[in-house]
């Protein structure tokens, strides 16, 4: 699967880029399901040994085994594979705990994980632009329930339904870095009920 | 409105000479009250009058941040500088009465930083001792290496080595003591923001190892005043005031829109802030820019000037002033 | 000088409203008959005793209910008020300004004595008597900025200065115009600024930030910005859009004059001398229109600028649904007479 092409949107809508070797003494790369195929391009034009001090963190969600091989291929220093971003938290806190200034982050794969994954490191220290992203698979949404703050995951529809409190929210391109996630406000605030047909818009 | 509104007037209480070549100034409000706090790494615009001329050069704020009662700044002598480093050694005494700017930070402390960590050399010494003064009020966590010629010449260093001795790193020039710089940015902590102030060659090659290392271009600060250099005589027509005016040889062009009585903005006087940035209306000749502010394409471009260090060599140069 | 604050609510019945000195002083935001975006910065010093734009934070008849009305929004939902942890040393900052202006500008009303660290604060408005080391935040209640914040009508976002841009990293927001503070903490100038239709196009925010980036100590500036509100209400946030939004279908020809609001925010920005950042104080002024059209010219000249106004403003500022109804309200004080300029009362 390609690298995703969005429409043009707003400034606070995140742009993903595609990943690049960038020089550092370490190397930190996080990826879910198709996004192991950024990795996979990448690696095609990385300096000889850099695999040597790359850490990969893996989750394959329903691609299951279909990268795994290759990315093991690599000869990563480290390589971890796990069942889901939050059984990998722990691990990418404890990386980045013990970093040294100069490491290098690479994110692919959906925009939730990206996200999240950005978080953590901005967190430890590492300033969000220099952390290289590129957009794979899924376009699924992360969704914030402005009202209720609920985090409903994995949105498809807009209109959707807030998977905490229950109100119909339309799905905003304003998003936040701090949250790693897009804002979705009541659809009929001005006339409670009155909640159009949920439409298709993000695979 | 010109950004050298706000002005303080002081009083010299004490001029201290520090070594050789550095004395050390300190000014207190001629009214008696007391002065703005500000933070560390913050600079005031000294103004000189200096017979006919009226020079105004950026100094970097050493006293500490959170005393009021005065500012203090150092100045470097340049024997072969435009001369205010000389005005202010030969004619700045005890009782003169001076104006100095509000102080103004580009060289401000990333407060998000887990540990500030700070390369000096020579005079680029002073902003980091209001720094440290600052951080050490708070318990921050800073490291400083400062390279000096030698131990006379060491500014400050005494004082730095005895208030904070296992933070304070001292490297003389003359005993071959270099800062192992790639070593030093190698086992920094996630989160440490690496600050340089010194002459241009060091924070060419600290800019330069920390890119190489991987250092994102975020965590790294510098500051460099630009002296305004010298050159040519010229001339210059500024279009909305409908004058014509001569820049001197050892006069900047932004001094001599001054010196005509035309407000011009500016912070830093050192082509770093981008407040004098200036639109060309016409010229025929050649552009001397000496600025960090404007991009290569602008200055390719022959439609902006910087004019506190930029010169212009040519027939004629029609600005929008 | 004597002000007599009002006992009101922002809520529920609604009792605001302006007394005839308010309106006087309201800060109409049309200098002329039209409007559009525009980088309206000015310098913020003090003029025309007895305006808003006299003293360097305005306190007026609404200061007690409407510290009343933040403590209650913030009862319900204290993510209105928020801070970073690098933004504290900014918080004092913000404390030490406020109290020295209000100290200075408003002696009856507020006192503050220093001595070194030791400092003693009275508000008597809000009778708080409050003594505390300047710089400890274990001496105070509250963190310096909500502190401060509890007690100066307006909200207020505190922004960090670096890479060439402003962060919005400290706020306290609880009378805002449909903008979430949670969610847009930590967003550059451009980030928060994004759901604003066609001012990026228009460059407004590239000189707007270039020209807050060069806001020096001692010299703060302001600008006016103004919406549309039905209702009195200083809570128009997004987290209780579904509470207000509903509003909004209240409105009649018979009620317009009562329920239909202008909204004014005084905009200011200050330099904060210890932290390098910028605050941005953003004050909150209601009009009834039955109100506002006590002057002539104000009637007039908002009625050709709201049916003048391009569909995406009316839409953005929320009220493009009601317009046809307030157009036709303000049309019967308006007989096309010429209005004089700037935007004082005749």
């Not at chain 1, 899924?138 to 329930?145: E, H, I």
Request: glycine share 8%; net charge negative.
């Amino acid at each position: 699967m390609p690298k995703t092409a969005f429409e043009p949107s707003i400034k606070s809508r995140p742009i993903y880029g595609t990943l690049e070797p960038r020089p550092g003494k370490s190397h930190l790369m996080i990826a879910d399901a198709e996004g192991a195929e950024a990795i996979l391009d990448l690696a095609k034009s990385t300096p000889k040994g850099m695999f040597d001090h790359t850490h990969i963190i893996y989750i394959p969600k329903k691609t299951g085994e279909t990268f795994t091989g290759r990315l093991r291929e690599l000869n990563p220093a480290q390589c971890y594979v796990g069942p889901s971003y939050e059984a990998a938290l722990p691990r990418l806190r404890r990386v980045l705990n013990d970093a040294h200034m100069g490491l290098q982050v690479y994110l692919s794969g959906s925009e939730g994980l990206m996200g999240q994954a950005m978080l953590e490191a901005t967190n430890a220290g590492i300033p969000h632009s220099a952390i290289q992203t590129e957009h794979r698979g899924s376009t699924a949404r992360r969704m914030q329930c402005v009202h209720c703050k609920g985090i409903t995951e994995d949105v498809t529809t807009d209109p959707f339904q807030c998977a905490h409190c229950g109100l119909h929210l339309f799905v905003r391109d304003h998003y936040s870095r701090r949250i790693a996630a897009f804002q979705g406000v009541r659809v009929d605030a001005e006339e409670p009920g009155n909640v159009p047909e949920p439409v298709e818009r993000f695979k | 409105m010109s950004a050298g509104t706000d002005k303080i007037a002081v009083t010299v209480t004490n001029v201290v000479p520090v070594n050789e070549l550095v004395t050390r100034f300190r000014f207190a409000r001629t009214d008696g009250g007391l002065m703005p706090t500000f933070s560390g790494g913050a600079h005031t615009v000294v103004e000189m009058k200096d017979g006919a001329t009226m020079r105004l050069n950026p100094y970097s704020l050493m006293s500490d941040p959170a005393d009021r009662t005065a500012y203090t700044i150092s100045v470097r002598r340049d024997d072969q500088g435009r001369g205010g480093s000389l005005f202010m050694h030969r004619n700045v005494k005890p009782g003169l009465e001076m104006v100095i700017s509000n102080p103004v930070n580009l060289f401000p402390l990333d407060l998000r930083a887990k540990k500030h960590l700070m390369i000096a050399g020579g005079i680029g010494i002073t902003p980091f001792i209001a720094q440290i003064k600052q951080l050490a009020a708070s318990n921050g966590n800073f490291e400083l290496h400062y390279s000096v010629r030698t131990a006379s010449l060491a500014s400050y260093a005494d004082e730095l080595s005895t208030a904070h001795p296992t933070r304070v790193h001292i490297y003389h020039d003359d005993k071959k003591q270099v800062i192992d710089l790639e070593n030093l940015l190698d086992g920094q902590p996630l989160g440490t923001h690496l600050y340089v102030c010194g002459p241009k060659g060091m924070i060419k090659w600290v800019r330069g190892t920390a890119e190489g290392l991987g250092w994102p271009r975020e965590a790294v600060h510098d500051e460099e005043f630009l002296a305004p250099p010298s050159g040519k005589p010229f001339e210059v027509k500024l279009a909305v005031s409908n004058k014509v005016i001569q820049v001197g040889e050892h006069q900047s062009l932004l001094e001599a829109i001054e010196a005509a009585g035309v407000d011009a903005p500016y912070l830093c006087r050192g082509g770093a802030c981008g407040q004098c940035e200036t639109d060309v209306i016409g010229y025929d000749g050649k552009f001397l820019h000496n600025d960090h502010w404007l991009t290569e394409e602008q200055h390719a471009s022959g439609k902006k000037i910087m004019p506190c260090v930029s010169r212009f060599e040519g027939k004629t140069l029609v600005l929008d002033r | 000088m004597t002000i007599n604050f009002r006992d009101e609510t922002f809520r529920d019945d609604f009792t605001f409203r302006n007394s005839p000195e308010a309106i006087k002083r309201f800060p109409f935001p049309f200098h002329e008959d039209s409007y559009m975006y525009s980088v309206n910065m000015e310098p913020h010093k003090s003029y025309r005793p007895g305006s808003v734009y006299e003293r360097t934070f305005d306190v007026d008849e609404h200061y007690v209910s409407e510290m009343k009305d933040r403590a209650k929004v913030l009862a319900e939902d204290p993510l209105r008020c928020q801070s970073l942890p690098h933004m504290t040393l900014a918080g004092w900052d913000l404390l030490e300004l406020i109290m020295v202006s209000k100290a200075e500008e408003y002696p009856d009303l507020f006192e503050l004595h220093r001595d070194g660290n030791k400092w003693h604060w009275i508000n008597k408005p809000l009778g708080i008597d409050q003594k505390f080391v300047f710089l400890d935040e274990a001496t105070l209640p509250y963190g310096p900025m909500e502190y401060i914040t509890r007690q100066t009508q307006g909200d207020f976002a505190v922004l960090d200065q670096r890479d060439d841009n402003l962060w919005m990293d400290a706020g306290m927001v609880t009378t805002q115009a449909d903008w979430s503070l949670d969610f847009d903490i930590g967003m550059n100038f451009f980030e928060w600024h994004a759901p604003v239709p066609k001012a990026h196009e228009m460059g407004i925010f590239v000189r707007a930030l270039k020209f807050l980036l060069n806001v020096r100590q001692g010299a703060p500036a302001r600008r006016l910005n103004w919406t549309m509100t039905v209702n009195p209400l200083l809570d128009t946030s997004p987290e209780n859009y579904h509470k207000w939004g509903v509003m909004k279908q209240d409105l009649t020809m018979e009620n317009m004059g009562e329920k239909m609001h202008l909204r004014v925010e005084l905009q200011t920005f200050f330099r904060l001398p210890r932290s390098n950042a910028l605050v941005f104080p953003i004050r909150c002024y209601l009009i009834k229109l039955g109100e506002l059209v006590t002057e002539p010219k104000w009637g007039r000249r908002l009625h050709r600028v709201l049916r003048d106004l391009p569909e995406e403003l009316a839409t953005y500022k929320g009220f493009i649904s009601n317009r046809p109804k307030i157009v036709e309200w303000l049309s019967k004080y308006d007989d096309g007479k010429p209005t004089s300029p700037g935007i004082w009362p005749d």
